[in-house]
């Protein structure tokens, strides 16, 4: 099934540090590294590097053709994105020497996407195919119409609900297939902080959709639609930078579950694939290729993974 992502670009500054700025501190960086990013960006290239046909669809600022080149050079279908003169989409990027980051967006022509090219863009991906996922972030604008659309259209959606926002709590939720959040996101979305009481919450407040919930070093859990819910662990790497990890394991799940793997089949692909990921700096370039993600799991590379399926009550 193809993918259709309303996604980010984003040129990535990324900055080494020992340790993050704290208020009114100046130090300098380390290094300066200048990367592909954008959550959708990493998410299309992960998606395609999995296996998935990939459409991008997207605003392309002044002097970010790179961003545009890096997705072609990995397969994803660029038609969708349009050149515009305003200001790229970038990202202030500190990675410390645990291999942590904290990020600071700017969103630019990502926040500038209208209701007309979206509808554009819907067309064209239809009329070249029956079916197909929608792929969001809440990096864009408009990512509640582009839920209604999916969903009048017939389409599959799949949303990303990071970075959180206040506004994320007013879409369309219960019209999604998938949500995906990490423990923060998924926290402020069913009102508690405990781990194991965040699912319980989602499926009363969106009973229609299937949530995935990756939960850094304690793995993955992923609740479908119905009531079943698959824990997965993680493994133990030594991060060189988590830029891209999670993006890393969207585009993974994606392929598992437009080709029909089981789930823990899938979650085992989409945590091998971040823990090769998380092994080497930048965000787009860190997404391993599937041919590595599979040999890694046939050679047990990281060792054991739990994974356990549990009815939900
Ligand atoms: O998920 C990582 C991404 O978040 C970075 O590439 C950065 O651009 C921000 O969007």
């Given at each position: 099934m193809r993918i259709l992502n309303f996604g980010s670009l984003n040129i990535d500054y990324v900055y080494a540090v020992d340790a993050f700025l704290r208020p009114g501190e100046t130090k300098a960086a380390k290094s300066l590294m200048v990367n592909c990013g954008g959550k959708g960006l990493n998410q299309s290239i992960a998606a395609a590097k999995a296996g998935n046909a990939v459409w991008h669809a997207g605003l392309l600022g002044g002097a970010a053709e790179m961003l545009r080149d890096k997705l072609a050079e990995n397969g994803v279908d660029v038609r969708l994105i349009k050149p515009v003169?305003?200001?790229?989409?970038?990202?202030?990027?500190?990675?410390?020497?645990?291999?942590?980051?904290c990020i600071l967006l700017y969103g630019g022509t990502n926040r500038m996407l209208t209701k007309e090219w979206i509808d554009a863009a819907f067309d064209a991906f239809q009329a070249e195919g029956e079916g197909?996922?929608?792929l969001l972030q809440n990096e864009t604008n408009l990512v509640p119409y582009i839920i209604e659309?999916?969903?009048?259209?017939?389409?599959?959606?799949?949303?990303?609900?990071?970075?959180?926002?206040?506004?994320?709590r007013e879409y369309p939720l219960d019209k999604l297939t998938w949500l995906i959040v990490n423990e923060v996101e998924?926290?402020?979305?069913?009102?508690?902080?405990e781990e194991d009481a965040i699912l319980?919450?989602?499926?009363?407040?969106?009973?229609?959709?299937?949530?995935?919930?990756?939960?850094?070093?304690?793995g993955a859990r992923c609740m479908e639609?119905?009531?079943?819910?698959?824990?997965?662990?993680?493994?133990?790497?030594?991060?060189?930078?988590?830029?891209?990890?999670?993006?890393?394991?969207?585009g993974y799940?994606?392929?598992?579950?437009?080709?029909?793997?089981s789930i823990p089949d899938t979650l085992r692909l989409a945590t091998t694939a971040s823990a090769l990921c998380v092994g080497r700096p930048g965000?787009?370039?860190?997404?391993?290729?599937?041919?590595?993600?599979?040999?890694?799991?046939?050679?047990?590379?990281?060792?054991?993974?739990?994974?356990?399926?549990?009815e939900m009550q």
């Open positions: 003169p305003e200001q790229a989409g970038h990202a202030i990027i500190q990675v410390d020497e645990s291999g942590q980051n197909g996922l929608v659309q999916a969903a009048a259209r017939g389409l599959s959606t799949a949303l990303n609900a990071a970075p959180m926002d206040d506004g994320v998924g926290g402020a979305l069913a009102g508690t902080e319980p919450a989602l499926r009363k407040k969106y009973p229609h959709c299937g949530v995935l919930l990756t939960l850094g070093a304690h639609p119905g009531e079943r819910v698959t824990r997965c662990g993680s493994y133990r790497v030594r991060a060189v930078d988590t830029t891209a990890a999670g993006d890393t394991f969207t799940f994606l392929y598992g579950m437009l080709h029909g793997l965000a787009a370039d860190s997404v391993p290729e599937k041919a590595e993600v599979d040999a890694a799991i046939a050679g047990e590379r990281f060792g054991a993974l739990f994974i356990g399926q549990e």
